[in-house]
């Protein structure tokens, strides 16, 4: 597929067609603003690491939670978490720990497989 692209005030857009558009759209499931926010710069231009590390972990659980077809309640039942906590780890507002992360993961992951085993 070629890409054609246009500069605009300086920066460098690439034209796609809307129906590709909206393909990549419904595969990334979830607007940006129904996301945590991601933290700006500060003075100095530069970003919080831990609060940016946060809202990007938050991100990636709420895409591959919904992407398994799961609430947050199955999750945090899956994963052996309180759902609460769950709600602030999507929301950006606490950083779980690694043991948390992991078992997030292969709960997902248990999920993913066992929707393929009953679609395959």
């Known amino acids: ?6 500069t605009l ?8 067609e809307a129906e590709e558009y909206d393909r990549l759209r419904a595969l990334a499931g ?3 603003h129904e ?5 700006g710069p500060n003075r100095s231009g530069n970003y919080p690491a831990l609060e940016y590390t946060t809202a990007l972990l938050a991100r990636k659980i709420v895409r591959e939670r ?5 609430t947050q309640a199955d999750l945090a039942r899956r994963a052996g978490i309180r759902p609460e906590t769950l709600n602030r780890i999507e929301r950006g507002k606490a950083a779980p720990k690694i043991a948390t992360v ?5 709960a ?13």
């Open 1 to 6: 597929m070629s890409v054609q692209t246009l």
């Open 102 to 106: 992991d078992r997030l993961a292969n």
């Open 35 to 39: 996301l945590p926010p991601l933290p």
């Open 9 to 16: 005030n300086g920066r460098r857009y690439a034209v796609i």
């Open 66 to 70: 919904r992407a398994a077809g799961l």
């Open 108 to 120: 997902i992951e248990q999920a993913k497989a066992e929707a393929d085993a009953t679609t395959g």
């Open 30 to 32: 979830t607007e940006d």
